[in-house]
């Protein structure tokens, strides 16, 4: 046991980690982060930090608007803006046929009462996007929506968790989890870590995680692909993705253009190392050359992919562990969980702390996924 | 759609043509891709079209000695691209290279890689390094070479190795003017590294020998300053002034228009870092180099590293490199048998050994002072992002970050030439405000393209497969 009682371990120095151990600090509790490389070693360094209400699935909807105000205010809550600009999310129609599918998705969130996305026609899309080829005819957008800087985002996470009072131990990777009495004993290179409660918070490892906890919950990997463009003047504000194509767009504060688009390189999870895989990330190259010709002649400086973890209907794990009392799950993001960080921060301090939350995380339990493949 | 090769060179220089002149003496199909326009590489850049003109006569012997190999090279039938980048390998059973020509993308399918893609030269930052007017001895010496052009004003001439010395002869002899040497190399030197010297006298006495008398010579010639432990340039808009302060206490400023500097080479390994390949530390070059077996095969099978990005060894030593590496790539293809290539081997791994002999000596009369590796807080160390090294510094706490934290935070590391200018700083830095070593914190994670391609480019990867 190294030193001071902990009241919650948290397994995974993501963001999710972080900021689910600054909530729980902020309600009273101590805290540890385990974290077996660095802060932000995989998904939470190597994302696009698109702050995306845009196209959700309607079961993240409302964690998500939610968490679009929490945007709005980050500053208040993390000491920082984290580079956030909210110039908006569209999502493109190059092509009529492509309008009918925009269409009904904007009657579907009518229809559930949500006003964040609209239609927006070609003039409108041009004011907004004058770089943009002129024969794209329409978008969707929310225009609350944008992008943060994702290292100014760890690292204010990360020091308003420390000024909180969290402890982060990098470089500790948990070899395996027991009971112990009420307690949980996390077992460390480092030594032995126990708590009555533990969040796992692993990212593309939180299936092994879930499995020490006696939780075999059957996920995916993801190695998301990102370009990362030479500087160049302004070209555009609001990030932009494509109908039908595999393009996420934007431009940083840098000036670099940050192509993405969940375009898939290779993951190898025991080496903990992601691979590019250049001929499925001409594709990316290609729809984004498509869009702005005038780019083709731009250097590209460095790709990566990220390692995520992936459920089967794309949604996370939210939730109190069904099989292990005191364990609660947070991961399973599948490529879009960063605009989600500041509210399932919150969450996860109301499952550990008040046993349950006013907010609406039916969609993400874990059993939805073991029932999947129990039928299987 | 992409073509498939037996054995795919990545350089033209010395290694390169050595290999592929073995490889298809023994029936291999070898392509040989080049990012110069001709071959030869940087010690013989420009040969074809000097040999035998007065300027291949100033620029010495041992240049002259490129114009035998480059022939040979050129009748031994291996396919040979030249201005063509390489910008992506993947290794694996049949390596992947993805290269660039005029503008267009393409693949390429090996059986196995040779990368004999050289050296760069250290970088050496000090304040005011990044200003006009401050250069490397290397980029001045390929403006000569490959365009016969010198420096129109006085040169003021800043380093420490051969290779400094050298330009400043062939300035001397092309009709420039030097205005001064600033030998940066430590005092004490000879003492130290008498031990080696036997070795180096008996392997190759003559090379010793010319190094002497190309420093008695500057002497006579040209203000020679020893033991410059400190350099500074200044200036508005451009370089105005050097300050330098000698070991011994002196400071001096001097006017200067022009400043080459160069303190020595490190293998070229940012290729082998993308493969995944294993490296190791040299001491004695301060530097990493790829893991190899005595055929020059990285950890990565199939994957083959011959001349100065083995580790700096020269023109001879690449030649002999790249042959052996040619037998064993040979051999795998079952072109020869494990014993006749072992044999044919034996001669050139004597030769290497006696071509590698004064190395030792070298390598430490000529390394380099301390703060070449960890300069003064002010300089910048990432001159693509302008990053100083007092913000590297700011970055280290408690949590003892390594150099891709470093990256991401402050952005060192993240510009066009991909931390090949300030990995070793960034690294030399952290090393010693945490107590570790250079090798335990060791280089940023690599991440692809090697050279930067273009958009437009890798969207026509796309549209080639789609035809295909």
Known sequence: MNGEAIDTLVVGGGLHGLSAALQLARGGRRVTILEKSWVGRHASGATAAGVRTLNRDPAEIPIALEAMEMWHGIEAIVGDGCGFQAHGQLNIAEHAHHLPKLESRLARMREAGYAHEELIDRAELLRLVPAISPHCVGALIARRDGAADPHRTLQAFRRSAEAAGVTIREGVGVDAIEPAGSDWRLRTEAGEFIAPTVINAAGAWAGKIAAMLGDDIPLGLKASMMIVTERIAPLLKPVISVAGRPLSFKQSDQGTLVIGGGLQGRADIEAQKSFVDFQELSKGARAATDLFPSIRSLRIVRSWAGIEATTKDHLPVICASPNAKGAFHCFGFSGHGFQLVPVVGAIMADLVIQGGTQRSIEGFGATRLMWQCAAA | ?468
Request: overall charge positive.
């Open chain 2, 1 to 468: 759609m992409s073509r498939h090769v037996d054995l795919l060179i990545v350089g033209a220089g010395p290694a390169g043509m050595s290999a592929a002149i073995v490889a298809k003496r023994h029936g291999l199909r070898v392509l040989v891709v080049d990012e110069q326009p001709s071959p030869g590489g940087q010690i013989w850049r420009n040969i074809e079209n000097l040999a035998g003109t007065p300027r291949a006569g100033l620029l010495g012997k041992a240049y002259g000695e490129g114009a035998a190999v480059v022939g040979r090279f050129r009748a031994s039938g291996a396919d040979y691209e030249p201005g063509t980048q390489l910008w992506h390998v993947e290794a694996g059973a049949g390596a992947r290279a993805f290269l660039r020509r005029d503008g267009a993308a393409s693949s390429v399918r090996a059986g196995c890689v040779l990368l004999a893609t050289g050296a760069q030269e250290r970088p050496a930052p000090f304040p005011g390094w990044t200003l006009p007017g401050v250069m490397t001895v290397g980029a001045a010496q390929i403006v000569l070479k490959s365009s016969g052009q010198i420096p129109s004003g006085p040169v003021w001439i800043a380093g420490c190795g051969p290779l400094p010395l050298l330009y400043a002869m062939q300035l001397l002899q092309a009709g420039g003017m030097v205005a001064g040497f600033l030998d940066t190399t430590p005092p004490g030197r000879s003492r130290e590294v008498i031990a080696a010297l036997p070795a180096a006298l008996l392997g190759a006495p003559g090379d010793l020998l010319k190094g002497l008398s190309w420093i008695a010579r500057l002497r006579r010639h040209v203000p020679y300053i020893r033991h410059v432990a400190a350099i500074e340039a200044t200036g508005e808009g451009g370089l105005e002034n050097i300050r330098y302060v000698t070991a011994d206490g002196r400071d001096a400023t001097v006017e200067a228009r022009l400043l080459l500097v160069h303190e020595g080479l490190v293998p070229t390994i940012h290729p082998t870092l993308a493969l995944g390949c294993r490296h190791v530390w040299n001491t004695d070059q301060d530097s990493f180099a790829p893991a190899l077996d005595g055929w020059g095969e990285t950890s990565e099978q199939n994957v083959f590293v011959a001349g100065d990005g083995a580790g700096i060894g020269g023109a001879r030593a690449a030649c002999l490199r790249g042959e052996l590496a040619a037998l064993r790539i040979a051999a795998k293809a079952g072109r020869l048998s494990e014993a006749e290539a072992e044999a044919l081997a034996l001669p050139v791994r004597s030769r290497l050994a006696r071509a590698l002999s004064p190395r030792r000596f070298l390598d430490r009369y000529y390394r380099p002072r301390p703060a070449v590796f960890i300069p003064p807080d002010q300089t910048i160390a990432c001159r693509c992002e302008e990053v100083r090294v007092a913000a590297i510094r700011e970055q280290i706490g408690a949590s003892r970050p390594g150099p891709n934290q470093v990256k991401a935070f402050t952005r060192a590391g993240m510009g066009p030439c991909q931390g090949r200018q300030c990995g070793y700083t960034v690294a030399h830095v952290l090393a010693a405000a945490e107590g570790r070593s250079v090798p335990d914190v060791g280089l940023y994670r690599v991440r692809p393209p090697l050279k930067p391609v273009t958009l437009g480019e890798l969207a026509a990867l796309d549209t080639m497969d789609a035809l295909s």
